[in-house]
């Protein structure tokens, strides 16, 4: 078997998943368009580390054999030959679905893909690519090298070799793996999002302030965090993109999104990104 393990995004998740894959003994090769999205993941994962080594979860030797075994590139070819290629670029199934085409014109025929998508259709994204049996669903969660919990969703055509490499991959990585039908938001999102969904609709009810609904989640359900402060963290235009794509998909009115949520949105008040959603951020 290849050591060698391929990302496609350096965003928080791509950076995360490679510092996991790193850390479990593999040569990682990082790619994204952008050279600044590749340094800003370079800093990220240094930073990770040395607060590791601070925190003496490893040694300053594992720290350096780690930043070695990753390579960051803007040359998608560098991915030739992995053993397993994750995908962590936009939530759009056009953009995952034009990546993959491209990859499996230059990867081997024995590669593995995977998506990270939160709640992409697995066999909508493998719709395109001639070898959808090798195509499979790993989702990490945010922080990755922090987080145990991935959820595994095959597509219609992956193949049980496929579905037990991706098990051997998540406990390689040291997670532990759900194992999840292919279906809208598959099982963390589908029940966190309308939760928060929920929680804005009893704000928007005048049920409760805003302190007092993070407040009841907080010490009564002992979340670490509110929803509405969650929503924030999360950006309330993702958060509305997925409940709508979650609505398109099941035609349920239960998962419509909250009208003070659209508001919101289209008044550029996102969350933290932009200073201000259900809080205001310095």
Known sequence: MSKVIGVAGSGIMGSGIAQVAATAGFDVFVYDLSEQSLENAKLTIEKYLSRDVEKERLTENDKLRILKSLTFTTDLT????????????????????????????????????????????????ASVLKRPERFIGIHFFNPVPAMELVEITRGYHTSDETFEAAKNLANDFGKDPIFVKDSPLFVFNRILLPMIN??????SEGVASKEDIDKAMLL???HPIG??????????????YVLETLYEETN??????????????RAGLLGRKTGEGFYKYE
């Open 78 to 125: 560098k991915l030739k030959d992995a053993y397993f290629v994750i995908e962590a670029v936009t939530e759009k199934m056009e953009i995952k679905q034009q990546l993959f085409k491209q990859l499996e014109e230059i990867c081997s025929a024995d590669t593995f893909f995977a998506t990270n998508t939160s709640g992409i259709s697995i066999t909508g994204i």
């Open 198 to 203: 929920e929680a804005i609709f009893v704000l």
């Open 220 to 222: 009564g359900a002992k």
């Open 227 to 240: 929803p509405l402060a969650l929503a924030d963290v999360i950006g309330l235009d993702t958060l509305l």
């Open 252 to 265: 349920d009115s239960k998962y419509r999104p909250a009208t003070l949520l659209k508001q919101m949105v």
